[in-house]
């Protein structure tokens, strides 16, 4: 049974960064695991995701060259680096895993959540 721990949200003003991680206990190895948001009134929307057993990744085009997502395979942690936070980045982050590819982008299937942590970007 595999639970995630979530950590590195907080509250910075437009412009900072912050680093999310996603500490899994339990097996996760040949899964897809990643990062996504949502925000009241809306559908949770990926972020970004990986796929644990190869180099297969995926990243929203709305974060392209300003998150970037790395794992350290030792610790079973994945990373969500975010700079240059815009207001528009402000939302609930939870962590998943537990997935069949190829669809690691996609909410939908993912059967592990982390409990969520909030970034607000002012």
């Known amino acids: 049974h595999v639970q995630l721990v979530e950590s590195g949200g907080g509250s910075v003003q437009a412009g900072g960064s912050l680093k999310l991680s996603c500490e899994a206990s339990?097996?996760?190895?040949?899964?897809?695991m990643g990062w996504f948001r949502q925000v009241p009134g809306k559908e949770r929307e990926g972020v970004a995701a990986l796929y644990t057993g190869g180099d297969t990744s995926y990243i929203a085009d709305f974060v392209k060259g300003r998150f970037a997502l790395s794992r350290d395979n030792a610790k079973n942690t994945v990373y969500l680096q975010m700079n240059d936070l815009q207001p528009e980045d402000t939302a609930m982050y939870y962590c998943?895993?537990?997935?069949?590819?190829?669809?690691?982008?996609?909410?939908?299937?993912?059967?592990?959540w982390g409990q969520g942590t909030q970034v607000t970007i002012s």
């Open positions: 339990g097996y996760t190895m040949r899964n897809c």
């Open positions: 998943a895993a537990v997935k069949s590819p190829p669809t690691c982008g996609s909410p939908v299937a993912y059967r592990t």
